[in-house]
């Protein structure tokens, strides 16, 4: 008979524990933006931030595109068989 109010004591501490954590712990929802949650965030920041990335994303694209053309340019080469050409190119590569 003990045992049984212990474990029920145990399972409504356990509870209770995990509702008052759930209502303090800051809740995100999937595909929202993140919040910034710091005192000085203004729009000054937000902009500047917005072009970073997007000055990032710029310059990912424009390597890829330079990767595609040497890839396309050493195939090139390889099609044609001119081994020192294939070679050279690797050789810049690395």
Not at 24 to 49: M, R
Not at 56 to 61: A, T, Y
Request: glycine residues 2%; contains cysteine; positive net charge.
């Amino acid at each position: 008979m003990a045992s049984d109010d212990s474990e029920e004591n145990a399972r409504r501490i356990t509870e209770r524990t995990i509702e008052a954590a759930e209502r303090c712990t800051l809740q995100s929802k999937a595909g929202h933006k993140p919040i910034y949650a710091i005192a000085y965030w203004n729009e000054h920041c937000k902009t500047a931030v917005y072009a970073r990335n997007r000055a990032r994303s710029r310059v990912k694209s424009s390597l890829f595109v330079q990767q595609r053309h040497q890839a396309a340019v050493i195939i090139n080469a390889m099609l044609n068989r001119n081994d020192k050409a294939v070679k050279a190119l690797i050789g810049t590569l690395m």
